[in-house]
């Protein structure tokens, strides 16, 4: 299954199937872009990342799928395990003038069922 | 050290008062980002430092809230005059340069009540 969007849907996923978790990002100038995992009471941790000079990334049992024309940005995760089950972001490294800022969607909360 | 610090991890106040929260970053890392996240929601960004500048704040929601950073180091992000609808985790994340990983600390729990 997959979820849509940056507000926080759930998806539920059976253990040992694939996940896709999707990204909706807002500025076609990010140039950088990262997956965190969440887990109840911690911080973000991460996953993955990805330029936009390219549009697939591969990482153990991961993938990020960067599409620029559209601004869509997807975690893929292979033989979903119970421990991957947390709140997943998608970041953009948005330039803000002459800085950068890291603005994050809203996230997408990953059920793994037995 | 080792990994993004922030203290402290729960704080609880009363409904005006001053709080100030701090974030020891990673050595080295040269931006820090603050976050304030709502129960169940993403991560709003507040403010970001490039060295002790501050070239970005325009996530700050009020007057009452303000950050510094000192030494390239370590940052405060102080909220005057707190109400209930500041209670939140505020984390902090830091990353070496731009346009690579950022790291974050575990956050600090804040109730108004």
């Known amino acids: 299954g997959e979820s849509v969007g940056l507000h926080l849907p759930t998806l539920s996923v059976q253990e040992g199937d694939n996940s896709i978790i999707n990204c909706a990002y807002s500025?076609?100038?990010?140039?950088?872009f990262i997956w965190y995992k969440q887990e109840s009471g911690k911080g973000p941790q991460f996953i993955i990342d990805?330029?936009?000079?390219?549009d697939k990334r591969q990482g153990q049992r991961v993938t990020v799928l960067l599409n620029k024309t559209v601004k869509h940005l997807s975690l893929q995760i292979a033989a979903t395990q119970p421990g991957d089950s947390a709140v997943y972001f998608c970041a953009e490294n948005r330039p803000s003038g002459s800085a950068r800022q890291l603005t994050f969607g809203s996230g997408t909360q990953l059920t793994v069922l037995p | 050290g080792a990994g993004v610090s922030q203290s402290p991890s729960n704080k609880v106040t009363e409904k005006g008062k001053d709080v100030e929260l701090r974030c020891d970053p990673i050595?080295?890392?040269?931006?820090l980002y603050w976050y304030r996240q709502r129960l169940g929601q993403g991560l709003e960004f507040l403010i970001y430092?490039?060295?002790?500048?501050?070239?970005?704040k325009s996530g700050l929601p009020s007057d009452r809230f303000s950050a510094e950073r000192t030494g390239e180091s370590v940052s405060t992000l102080t909220i005057q005059r707190t109400q209930q609808e500041d209670s939140a985790v505020y984390l902090c994340a830091s990353t070496r340069q731009v346009n690579t990983e950022a790291f974050f600390g575990q956050g600090t729990r804040l109730t108004v009540v």
């Open positions: 500025n076609s100038a990010s140039d950088y």
């Open positions: 990805i330029r936009s000079n390219m």
């Open positions: 430092f490039q060295g002790n500048s501050a070239p970005d």
């Open positions: 050595s080295g890392h040269t931006a």
